[in-house]
């Protein structure tokens, strides 16, 4: 039995999960959960860096800056559990994405990928006053692999079934699925980033409200607009789409850009936030269509997406017949689910497992991920 606590702030930057774990085997149990919203003022500073012209005494203060966020909301989350710090073996840090590249581009006459998270580890560890592993996604990127998607691994471990097979789905900033045959083994585990999830909707909602405010709560102004198909289509025609995993996206496709992008149309927010609602149910079920390689008889759920009932209720029409069910039924807060996958991923590191699933990240072999701070 290990104590473990995972700490996730993903694309949407919205703020921080943290999760203190009890891990036995395959067996995951979450003691306790705390969400910690960034200030707007960290929010503001995380986006001027973020696949931006920014200067490098910002990322580095930010750098430093993140692991006191985050050690307060792990010492939250450890209360919630009743459990204090010093009793986990390990805490698992995703860290900040302020940059992903996962295929190579040319620099300087060579071909190279690359990543960067911040959110100091070694700071971290010393206000936990235990080792924490960071910086997941290098080593993947080092063994030929794009440095996503990562959940898969912990989708295995706990999704997968006998007798049905099961897409696990992830709503966060970007979505991604895992998709897990019945019985499968780890090489027949098929993951992707499948494009938007909430990225784009949150965008245009904070653009539009001038950052009063960050999404669309409850889908209502999406519910209220009627999708553009004109500008929908034009939309799909992104060859990604279309591309056989691994892939994996982020918001250097569609962060601010994106957004103007969209905004350009000159449509009502209404109609902005229906089409890019379509847009993410769109190219999730159609990358379950494509890639799974099996109709699915569950789909399970996860990250701020499931709180959307226009989203899902769209969703669930591109894929009629299939059992859409949030992860909560299947004892995995929707909200934890990314953060209580870093717990057992830095639980893995720390038994010097490796992490990575190839068929997923397009690595050359199995890696153990991270870097362990004492």
């Known amino acids: 039995m290990m104590l473990a606590a995972g700490i996730m702030s993903g694309t949407s ?3 921080i999960d943290a999760v203190v774990v009890e891990i036995r085997g395959r067996r995951v149990k979450t003691l306790g959960f705390h969400a910690a919203p960034y200030p707007r003022e960290v929010r503001d500073a995380l986006l001027a860096v973020s696949n931006a012209n920014t200067h490098t005494a910002q990322i580095a203060r930010l750098d430093f800056l993140l692991p006191e966020l985050y050690a307060e909301a792990v010492k939250k989350a450890c209360a919630k559990a009743g459990a204090p710090p010093g009793s ?7 860290g900040q994405t302020i940059f992903h590249e996962g295929s190579p581009v040319k620099v300087l006459g060579r071909r190279v990928a690359s990543t960067m998270q911040i959110g100091n580890g070694c700071v971290l560890a010393r206000r936990l006053g235990v080792p924490v592993v960071s910086d997941f996604r290098a080593r993947d990127i080092a063994a030929g692999g ?6 898969p691994y912990v989708d295995y471990l706990l999704f997968r079934h006998r007798r049905k097979g099961r897409v696990a789905l992830n709503i966060g900033g970007i979505a991604n699925i895992t ?22 909707i949150d965008g245009l909602v904070r653009a539009h409200t001038g950052g009063r405010m960050t999404c669309d709560r409850g889908g209502r102004l999406a519910a209220r607009g009627r999708v553009n198909r004109p500008l929908l289509d034009e939309l799909l025609r992104d060859p990604y789409y279309r591309r056989r995993p691994p892939k994996s996206a982020g918001r250097e496709q569609y962060g601010e850009e994106f957004v103007n992008r969209m905004r350009g149309s ?7 936030a229906a089409t890019a609602t379509a847009l993410t149910a769109a190219t999730i079920a159609d990358a379950v269509r494509r890639f799974a390689r099996f109709t699915p008889d569950e789909i399970i759920a996860s990250g701020g997406g499931v709180h959307n009932p226009t989203l899902m209720g769209q ?4 894929l009629p017949g299939v059992s859409l069910a949030s992860s909560a039924a299947f004892g995995i807060d929707p909200d934890a689910k990314e953060a209580v996958a870093f717990a057992v991923l830095a639980a893995e590191t720390i038994r010097r497992r490796p992490s990575n699933l190839p068929s997923a990240t397009g690595a050359r072999e199995p890696v153990v991920l991270g870097k362990v701070s004492w």
Not at 146 to 151: H, N
């Open 315 to 318: 969703l669930a029409a591109f």
């Open 266 to 272: 000159g449509l009502p927010i209404e109609d902005l």
């Open 13 to 15: 930057l919205d703020g």
């Open 179 to 200: 998709a897990i045959p019945p019985n499968a083994r780890p090489e027949q585990v098929i993951a992707c980033d499948t494009g938007p999830g909430n990225m784009v």
């Open 146 to 151: 794009q440095g996503a998607p990562l959940v």
């Open 88 to 94: 986990l073996r390990v805490a698992g840090c995703h």
